[in-house]
């Protein structure tokens, strides 16, 4: 496989989300310097980021939206196959700038305490997460998300 570090600046393109171990994910929209040259119908260029430090994860998931522009920092690997985005695993993360105004319509996110939970507009069931972005469950519906996070205390102790 072929690696690089490098850094890359480009916009946000959807909420990130919370990955298995305390991981983060998101698509990162990158256009060439040289964009001038290029045809008005080229298509962007998408590579798809994912980081584990504490740090990052809790900014992504907490500080972005999406249109934000961002300088990721970190090792870029070539996908596996043509048509298939680009990996980087992110090690450092600048906000270049933000968005004007939150893009967020028909899903909107919101903490109780510790959780954080995704409600979406096309159906009932709520994702539940920690602040830190671990995966506590999938409520049925607005009313079980209280249940969903007292089930989850008792069986952790009590820290989110």
Same mark, same amino acid.
């Given at each position: 496989m072929d690696t690089k570090h490098c850094a890359l600046d480009g916009w946000v393109d959807a909420i990130p989300v919370p990955g298995p171990r305390? @991981?983060? @994910?998101?698509d990162l929209v990158v256009r060439p310097a040289d964009i001038d040259t290029l045809d008005d119908d080229a298509p962007d260029t998408v590579v798809t980021c994912t980081s584990g430090d504490p740090r990052i994860t809790h900014e992504l998931l907490n500080g %972005?939206?999406?249109g934000d522009l961002l300088r990721a920092t970190g090792t870029l690997v070539q996908p596996p196959a043509p048509g298939e985005p680009a990996r980087l695993t992110v090690d450092a993360l600048e906000v270049l700038d933000t968005a004007l105004v939150p893009v967020l319509r028909e899903m909107v996110l919101d903490?109780?305490?510790d959780y954080v939970v995704i409600f979406d507009a096309d159906t009932d069931a709520v994702p539940v997460f920690t602040a830190h972005g671990t995966w506590v469950g999938l409520a049925d519906n607005p009313d =079980? %998300? =209280?249940t969903l996070i007292d089930i989850h205390e008792r069986v952790n102790g009590g820290d989110a």
């Open positions: 305390d @991981t983060v @994910t998101f %972005i939206q999406p903490r109780y305490g =079980a %998300i =209280a």
